[in-house]
Nanobody
């Protein structure tokens, strides 16, 4: 199977920065789109940012100008640089990746990391 391992979460003050990273490993033939989602207590999981294999980026409106998503295809890694963090950014952040697991597989399936906690508080 495919594993996604996240790192970089933690506790920061409002206005601070964090950089999340996520690396996919395991049974991988090709990696497609990758991204970050988040879920705050009592809320549904929501999209934060995605990046296609070709580099096309989609960002949630509330994080535009503050967050940046990037990827390193050679490392099967996606990053989320978070600046000017606000208390409302507090959530568990989940890495997502679409993966083709074998040459004989004709679809890309979504995989998820376990999540990393981001807490923004004074």
């Amino acid at each position: 199977q495919v594993q996604l391992v996240e790192s970089g979460g933690g506790l920061v003050q409002p206005g601070g920065s964090l950089r999340l990273s996520c690396t996919a490993s395991g049974r991988i033939f090709r990696v497609g789109a990758m991204g970050w989602y988040r879920q705050a207590p009592g809320d549904q999981r929501e999209l934060v940012a995605t990046i296609s294999s070709g580099g096309a980026i989609n960002l949630k409106d509330s994080v535009k100008g503050r967050f940046t998503i990037s990827r390193d295809n050679a490392k099967n890694t996606v990053y989320l640089q978070m600046n000017s963090l606000k208390p409302e950014d507090t959530a568990v952040y989940y890495c997502n990746s679409y993966v083709q697991i074998a040459a004989g597989s004709f679809t890309f399936e979504p995989y998820w990391g376990r999540g990393t906690q981001v807490t923004v508080s004074s």
